[in-house]
């Protein structure tokens, strides 16, 4: 069975804080992605990867980093924590640009 | 820039009456659209997907959609709706990467 796992549902962290979201996929996938979604704004790409240590800006990559160093693994860095950070982060992964994307469970990341 | 509006943030519908949710998308040349739906506290998973063909396009759970490309629409409709499909749904197009629309929730009442 396909899967995409996130290493923590909740997270609660300080300001300023540096902050590592993993994301983990079993499918021998080439893309990988990182989304933050927000009420009444969807799904806004952060950063994209298709191929170990590539790493392409989205829309929205200001405040973030990532890190592709093996296939199966895509971490999304937050170096210095903000309030307006706080989101449900998404992690996705594709076997090619228009196949389907497999989603995780969600980090619902709150920075107080 | 390429986008995808849903016109509808939140819609209500009783149990087992027909639901249309609305989809738009900014012309281009290439079109490919999807829909996924989110339970709560969950991921996103595809519902269907129009890459080329038949504009008329079933998925899972007994949802389907129409492409328009006159109207740029990708509406997506289920005949009979029931508690389980309270959900929010978002449609996505495919340009260079995908871009999503802001969801709309659909809420099923007994």
């Known amino acids: 069975d396909v899967k995409v796992t996130q290493s923590s549902r909740y997270l609660v962290k300080r300001t300023g804080e540096k902050v590592f979201l993993e994301c983990v996929q079993d499918?021998?996938?080439?893309?990988m992605f990182w989304y933050r979604q927000d009420p009444g704004l969807g799904l806004r790409l952060i950063y994209f990867s298709y191929d170990v240590k590539m790493k392409e800006k989205g829309d929205i990559p200001e405040g973030y980093s990532v890190s592709r160093e093996k296939k199966e693994r895509f971490s999304l860095i937050l170096e210095s924590a903000s309030t307006n950070q706080t989101s449900m982060y998404l992690c996705?992964?594709?076997?090619?640009?228009?196949?389907?994307?497999?989603f995780g469970p969600g980090t619902r990341l709150t920075v107080t | 820039a390429q986008s995808v509006t849903q016109l509808d943030s939140q819609v209500p519908v009783f149990e087992e009456a027909p639901v249309e949710l609305r989809c738009n998308y900014s012309s281009s040349v290439s079109v490919y659209l999807f829909w996924y739906v989110q339970y709560p506290n969950q991921g996103l998973q595809l519902l269907l997907k129009y890459l080329s063909g038949s504009t008329l396009v079933k998925g899972i759970n007994g949802f389907e959609a129409e492409f328009n490309k006159s109207q740029t629409s990708f509406h997506l409709r289920k005949p009979s709706v029931h508690i389980s499909d309270t959900a929010e749904y978002f449609c996505a197009r495919w340009f260079q990467n995908f871009v999503f629309g802001p969801g709309t929730r659909l809420s099923v009442l007994p």
């Open positions: 499918m021998d996938h080439e893309n």
């Open positions: 996705a992964s594709t076997p090619g640009g228009l196949g389907e994307q497999y």
